[in-house]
């Protein structure tokens, strides 16, 4: 079935490094991406989106890759920041009928940045 | 973006009774989503409200025990009927908002954390 799928639950990373989140999918019909943080006791944050036409999108310190051939996602962060510490969920948008579209959630990862 | 509110923030109910979450918008949108978050797990859409017609519902969810109104294109309440102890979770609203040419940005709101005892 359709499904958005995290390779590592949890990842730690000193600061000052570069963190990596992966994300794989398997709806291969699904044109749209989306990266969200947590932060503990909020609603999720948009971060970054990407559409499936595109390889690489690049933010303010976010870069999201996308490889539509193995189905992989990939959130990169420069410079990690103890702000960075969250969960960061990949998100899948499928449409659903007429206009209409939903997301689908991956799994998450916990990023724990040390100072 | 979007300015949301949700009412209450959080709540320890009994089982056996109900409770109603409202969602409030800083601006007028079309599509409005509600998620739920079970305690370490990821988000799972409920139901989508749109104004002005019937909330559509995802598979395993149902309008007897999650009946949404959506009386305007600011606001939007869950209510959660019957509650078990298995509904302890947050409940999340979103709005979805255009921008910046293919971008469909959802924003959510801070959540509901509901405990059933």
């Known amino acids: 079935g359709e499904s958005v799928g995290l390779h590592l639950p949890t990842l730690s990373v000193q600061e000052g490094d570069n963190s990596i989140i992966n994300c794989a999918y398997s709806?291969?019909?699904?044109?749209?991406f989306i990266w969200y943080k947590q932060e503990s006791g909020k609603g999720p944050q948009f971060i970054i989106d990407i559409r499936s036409n595109m390889d690489k999108r690049q933010g303010q310190r976010v870069t999201v890759l996308l490889n539509k051939t193995v189905k992989h996602l990939s959130l990169q962060i420069a410079a990690t920041q103890p702000g960075d510490s969250a969960v960061y969920f990949c998100?899948?948008?499928?449409?659903?009928?007429?206009?209409?579209?939903?997301?689908?959630f991956g799994k998450g990862t916990l990023l724990t940045v040390n100072p | 973006s979007a300015v949301i509110s949700q009412k209450p923030s959080r709540d320890i109910c009994q089982r056996g009774t109900s409770l109603t979450i409202q969602c409030q918008v800083d601006?007028?949108?079309?599509?409005m989503f509600w998620y739920r978050q079970q305690p370490g797990q990821s988000l799972t859409l409920i139901a989508t409200a749109n104004q002005g017609s019937e909330a559509t519902y995802e598979s395993g969810f149902v309008i007897d025990k999650f009946p949404i109104s959506r009386p305007n294109l600011t606001f939007s309440t869950l209510t959660v009927s019957n509650m078990s102890p298995e509904d302890s979770s947050i409940y999340l609203c979103?709005?979805?908002?255009?921008?910046?040419?293919?971008?469909?940005?959802?924003?959510f709101g801070p959540g509901t954390r509901l405990t059933v005892t």
């Open positions: 601006s007028q949108v079309t599509m």
């Open positions: 979103s709005v979805e908002r255009r921008a910046r040419g293919f971008s469909y940005e959802q924003y």
């Open positions: 709806n291969s019909a699904s044109d749209y």
């Open positions: 998100a899948e948008n499928t449409f659903s009928g007429g206009s209409n579209y939903k997301l689908t």
